[in-house]
């Protein structure tokens, strides 16, 4: 995929109708030796003009970072998980419940993002599909909130699941 962003941001416009020009005009004698010469000229001079030539142009924004952020929330939720279980406490329920979401929305965001394209989809699947990520996600946070808070929380559940044996 990244390959093919690649190649899709460097080829402009204009070097596109240079090469059909170029390949209109070969002689007809040698036109595919003509035409191999075109295609080794042409993209080194798209990839040495291309303003989408660098790796920091095709990406956006600082994702280093966030990596970073993702997995710090991975790691914490291994200790999260049981010490919320042990500890019952509202506050460690909504931090359990804020933690999980946000790691299950960033893992289906990847998923939305890589896979519901617009290339494949058109412009307005992959917009539809990342609010009605968003929408879940915002409501299963609320949900889960809102049962921390008025009922017996997320911890006090998984205990009397695992005491009904």
């Known amino acids: ?37 075109a295609i080794k000229k042409e993209p080194i001079k798209v990839c040495r003009e291309s303003k ?6 095709l990406m956006s924004g600082d994702h280093g970072k966030l990596w970073t952020v993702e997995r710090g929330v991975s790691v914490a939720l291994l200790g999260m998980v049981p010490i919320a279980l042990l500890a019952h406490n509202t506050l460690l329920d909504d931090v359990l ?23 494949i989809f058109g412009h307005a699947v992959p917009k539809v599909a990342l609010g009605l990520l968003y929408l879940v996600s915002i409501s299963t946070l609320g949900g889960l909130i809102y049962y921390n ?13 695992w005491k009904k044996e």
């Open 1 to 37: 995929m990244a390959l093919a962003l690649v190649l899709k941001k460097s080829l402009s416009v204009q070097a596109t109708q240079n090469f059909f020009k170029t390949a209109i005009k070969v002689d007809s004698k040698r036109p595919f030796t003509q035409i191999l010469s």
């Open 97 to 119: 419940a804020a933690s999980v979401v946000i790691h299950f929305h960033w893992g289906l965001e990847a998923n939305v993002i890589d896979y519901v394209r617009p290339i």
């Open 52 to 57: 989408f030539n660098t790796p920091k142009r």
């Open 149 to 161: 808070h008025s009922s017996i929380g997320i911890s006090n559940t998984v205990r009397k699941i």
